[in-house]
C-alpha cells in the first residue's frame, strides 16, 4: 500500500474528483441536478467563486477528495 498524499486540485482530477463523489451520493442518496452540475464543472461551480478541493492521492491514483 502506497502513502497518501494531499495536494490542490488539478484541472486533469476532473474526472477522478466526478467519480469519487458520484459513487458515494449514489451509494447513501440520489443524485439530483444540482449534484450533476457541481460534479461536472467544479471549477466553475466551486473554485471560481473562492472555494477549494483538495485531492487524496496514493501512488498515481486519486482516492478521495474533500471541497
Not at 24 to 45: A, M, S, Y
Amino acid at each position: 500500500m502506497s502513502e497518501v498524499t494531499f495536494r490542490l486540485f488539478k484541472p486533469s482530477d476532473a474526472s477522478a474528483f466526478r467519480e469519487l463523489n458520484e459513487e458515494w451520493i449514489r451509494e447513501l442518496f440520489t443524485l439530483e441536478e444540482k449534484d450533476h452540475e457541481v460534479l461536472g464543472d467544479p471549477q466553475r461551480c466551486i473554485l471560481d467563486s473562492g472555494g477549494a478541493i483538495i485531492m487524496a492521492i496514493e501512488g498515481s491514483r486519486a482516492v478521495g477528495s474533500c471541497a
